[in-house]
C-alpha cells in the first residue's frame, strides 16, 4: 500500500522578509493583522502582497497581483490537503497492519484456549474410564496429572507467547522529518515535508519564545504517553524504528506509530486556519472592477 504522493518540489512562492523589512512595509501593515502578516511572509507571500496592496485599484497591476495571490493560496490549499491526506494515509496503513498482527495473536490464543479445554476434557474421560476398568491408581493418576499439565502449559503459552512481529518499511517518513534529538541532528530542511508545511510547523505558535508546533510534538512524543513510559533502551530502540526507514514492529509499535501520525496531521491541519485568515484579508481589499486605460 503507498501513500506518497507524487514527489513534486513545493517551494515558497517568494523570498521571506526579515523582521526589519515585514516592520518597515507600511503598506502591508496598513491592510494586514500582525499575525496573518507574518503567517503570508512566512510562506513567502510577502513580496506579492506588497505589489497587491501597492498596485493602484483598478490597475492592471493591481489584477495581476490579485490573480498571483489567489493562485499562490489556492496552491497552498491544496498542499495542505494533499499532505494531511499522505499522512492519514501513513495512519491507516499502520493500524491496519496493528490490526492484522492483533487478529493473528487472538486465533493463536483461541486455538491454545480450545486445544487446552480439549485436553482436560480428553483427561477426564480418559482417568474416569481407567477408574471404572478398576486400574491401579498408581497408573491412572499420572495420567491425569500429565494431562493436567499440557492443558496448563497450552494456557501459558496462550498468555506468555512473544508478540508476532512483520516487517514493515517507510521509505517516505514525515516522522523523521520532525526530528530525533536523541538519534541524530535535527534537519533543518524538510525530506518529506513541502517547503510551506516545514515553515508552518517550525514557525512559534503563540507568544514569542512559545514552542513551535514541531517543538510540542517532539516534546509530547518524548516525555509522555507510550516513549515516555518505556525504559532508555526501548526508548532509544523505538526512536530508530519509528523515525527511521523502517524494521520489523510488533502490534503496539504500528498502533504508536499511527497515532503519532495522527498528532502530525492534526498539526497540519491547522494551516488551513492561517490560509482561511489571509485569505479573508486579502478578499477584504479593494478589488479592481476594471483596468484602468
Given at each position: 500500500?503507498?501513500?506518497?504522493?507524487?514527489?513534486?518540489?513545493?517551494p515558497?512562492?517568494?523570498?521571506?522578509?526579515?523582521?526589519?523589512?515585514?516592520?518597515?512595509?507600511?503598506?502591508?501593515?496598513?491592510?494586514?493583522?500582525?499575525?496573518?502578516?507574518?503567517?503570508?511572509?512566512?510562506?513567502?507571500?510577502?513580496?506579492d502582497?506588497?505589489?497587491?496592496?501597492?498596485?493602484?485599484?483598478?490597475?492592471?497591476?493591481r489584477?495581476?497581483?490579485?490573480?498571483?495571490?489567489?493562485?499562490?493560496?489556492?496552491?497552498l490549499?491544496?498542499?495542505?490537503?494533499?499532505?494531511t491526506?499522505?499522512?492519514?494515509?501513513?495512519?491507516?496503513?499502520?493500524?491496519?497492519?496493528?490490526?492484522?498482527?492483533?487478529?493473528q495473536?487472538?486465533?493463536?490464543?483461541?486455538?491454545?484456549?480450545?486445544?487446552?479445554?480439549?485436553?482436560?476434557?480428553?483427561g477426564?474421560?480418559?482417568?474416569?474410564?481407567?477408574a471404572?476398568?478398576?486400574?491401579r491408581?498408581?497408573?491412572?493418576?499420572?495420567?491425569?496429572?500429565?494431562?493436567?499439565l499440557?492443558?496448563?502449559?497450552?494456557?501459558?503459552?496462550?498468555?506468555?507467547a512473544?508478540?508476532?512481529?512483520?516487517?514493515?518499511?517507510?521509505?517516505?517518513?514525515?516522522?523523521?522529518?520532525?526530528?530525533?534529538?536523541?538519534?541524530?541532528?535535527?534537519?533543518?530542511?524538510?525530506?518529506t515535508?513541502?517547503?510551506?508545511?516545514?515553515?508552518?510547523?517550525?514557525?512559534?505558535?503563540?507568544?514569542?519564545?512559545?514552542?513551535?508546533?514541531?517543538?510540542?510534538?517532539?516534546?509530547?512524543?518524548?516525555?509522555?504517553?507510550?516513549?515516555?513510559?518505556?525504559?532508555?533502551?526501548?526508548?532509544?530502540?523505538?526512536?530508530?524504528?519509528?523515525?527511521?526507514?523502517?524494521?520489523?514492529?510488533?502490534?503496539?509499535?504500528?498502533?504508536?506509530?499511527?497515532?503519532?501520525?495522527?498528532?502530525?496531521?492534526?498539526?497540519?491541519?491547522?494551516?488551513?486556519?492561517?490560509?482561511?485568515?489571509?485569505?479573508?484579508?486579502?478578499?477584504?481589499?479593494?478589488?479592481?472592477?476594471?483596468?484602468?486605460?
Amino acid at each position: 500500500m503507498a501513500c506518497a504522493p507524487a514527489e513534486l518540489a513545493y517551494p515558497l512562492p517568494g523570498p521571506v522578509l526579515t523582521s526589519t523589512q515585514l516592520a518597515a512595509d507600511i503598506l502591508l501593515r496598513r491592510h494586514f493583522t500582525a499575525p496573518t502578516l507574518a503567517a503570508a511572509n512566512r510562506y513567502g507571500l510577502g513580496p506579492d502582497l506588497h505589489q497587491l496592496v501597492a498596485a493602484p485599484p483598478g490597475s492592471l497591476a493591481r489584477l495581476n497581483a490579485q490573480q498571483r495571490v489567489s493562485e499562490q493560496l489556492a496552491a497552498l490549499a491544496l498542499l495542505v490537503g494533499s499532505t494531511t491526506a499522505e499522512l492519514d494515509c501513513e495512519e491507516e496503513r499502520a493500524d491496519q497492519v496493528a490490526d492484522y498482527l492483533l487478529d493473528q495473536a487472538a486465533r493463536r490464543i483461541r486455538r491454545y484456549t480450545l486445544l487446552a479445554i480439549v485436553l482436560g476434557a480428553l483427561g477426564t474421560v480418559v482417568t474416569g474410564g481407567l477408574a471404572l476398568l478398576e486400574v491401579r491408581k498408581s497408573i491412572y493418576r499420572p495420567v491425569g496429572i500429565a494431562f493436567g499439565l499440557a492443558g496448563a502449559a497450552l494456557g501459558l503459552l496462550s498468555l506468555y507467547a512473544p508478540d508476532t512481529r512483520i516487517p514493515y518499511a517507510h521509505r517516505r517518513n514525515a516522522l523523521a522529518d520532525i526530528g530525533l534529538v536523541d538519534v541524530g541532528p535535527v534537519a533543518t530542511q524538510p525530506r518529506t515535508l513541502a517547503a510551506p508545511v516545514w515553515a508552518y510547523l517550525t514557525a512559534p505558535a503563540g507568544a514569542a519564545g512559545a514552542l513551535s508546533r514541531r517543538e510540542a510534538l517532539l516534546h509530547r512524543w518524548q516525555t509522555t504517553g507510550e516513549l515516555g513510559a518505556k525504559s532508555s533502551a526501548d526508548r532509544q530502540r523505538l526512536l530508530h524504528l519509528l523515525f527511521g526507514r523502517g524494521g520489523t514492529y510488533a502490534a503496539s509499535e504500528l498502533q504508536m506509530r499511527a497515532n503519532f501520525y495522527d498528532q502530525l496531521e492534526s498539526s497540519v491541519a491547522l494551516m488551513k486556519q492561517e490560509l482561511a485568515q489571509l485569505a479573508a484579508q486579502v478578499a477584504a481589499l479593494p478589488q479592481p472592477y476594471s483596468v484602468s486605460k
